[in-house]
């Protein structure tokens, strides 16, 4: 290894990981603000190549083509608010919404089961471990990304929880929902993301499994910093 890469790997990691729905991104980004660390949107990265996609008339069957867009994905994360959110922009486009529809989730979903689309990603993703630490949001964050990462967590809710969290998000933003066709979407993207054969949302062998289902997010993120203290406490 590298000395860059053995420095890399000193710089502390929590994943977060899980299915649509189940708190990971708010609570990565709580996490995070608490402890004045970087914050991963993974699952941003597969629904900018989908946008992208959807802007360059690239269909979702051909993984040649979406794999380059992935390669050079004209990205920028611009921090706002003091750090505690941030402006997507791509190629020059502020893209915040237009990424978090129900559509550009359906297209990502699909995305995201290409492997070589994955690959093209997963150095881009490694990159945001730097200091102070690092709170990532995704699905692969333990198992593939950050697998020496000091804490994994799998976040898990109910299906039914986790539709009307998402259809609550979209109306706060001003986007048209339908809650029954969130929850159809859920389970087909359920589905999609634990039978693909590469990456398969899974927890990590050492993941602590978190259930959120009708528990208060400040309640989540408490135990989730107590988790940390006692995981950093073990490897000091």
Known sequence: ????????QAIPVITIDGPSGSGKGTLSRLVAGRLGWHFLDSGALYRLVALAARHHAVLLEDEVSLTTLAAHLDVEFEAVDGGVDCRIVLEGEDVDNAIRTEQCGRDASVVAALPTVRQALLERQRAFQVVPGLVADGRDMGTVVFPEAKLKLFLTASR?????????????????????????DLETRDARDSERSVSPLRPANDAVVVDTTGIAINDVVMQILALWREAARKTS
């Open 160 to 184: 039914e929880e986790r539709a009307r969290r998402r259809y609550n998000q979209l109306n706060e933003k001003g986007i048209d929902a339908n809650l029954q066709r969130i929850l159809s």
């Open 1 to 8: 290894m590298t000395e860059q890469g053995r420095e890399q």
